[in-house]
């Protein structure tokens, strides 16, 4: 999904993630969304959660926006980017994050049970790795924990 959309603030790629959340919630996956935004402001790639579909473990929003994106650039390395995506990143996908040398982060809603980017550990900005990341959270915290809520809801 390489798109041009210059101009846009962080909101806007925000309503995007929002928006394959609420997709990927109307296909049965948890509703978790995720854009990924060049140094120019063109959207470089943007996925929901898709592990039931995939029958993959691995196939968060964030994990097939990085695989999509270094598809499109050639490169495995996605430096100057900033990934949007509605709910803050478990462990697997921060790790991927950092190695896939991710510039920003700003998540939506945080995961005090897993997440990896402040809540439970912070691995973006661990002095531990070789590269942080600048992470900005809590942005439309409020919309994504309802549509979080809402799908756990139906489901029980």
Known sequence: MTRPYRGESD???????LAFARRAAVEGEVPVGAVLVGENGDVLAGSGNAP????????????????????????YRLPNTTLYVTLEPCPMCAGALVHARIARLVYA?????SGA???????????????????TAGLLAEQSSQLLTGFFAERR
Do not use: K
């Open 109 to 113: 809603a945080a995961d005090p049970r």
């Open 117 to 135: 980017c402040g809540s439970v550990f912070n691995l973006p900005q661990s002095t531990e790795l070789n590269h942080r990341i600048e992470v």
């Open 11 to 17: 909101q806007d790629y925000m309503e995007r993630a």
């Open 52 to 75: 039931i579909a995939r029958h993959d473990p691995s196939a968060h929003a964030e994990m097939l926006v990085l695989r999509a994106a270094g598809a499109t650039l050639s490169n």
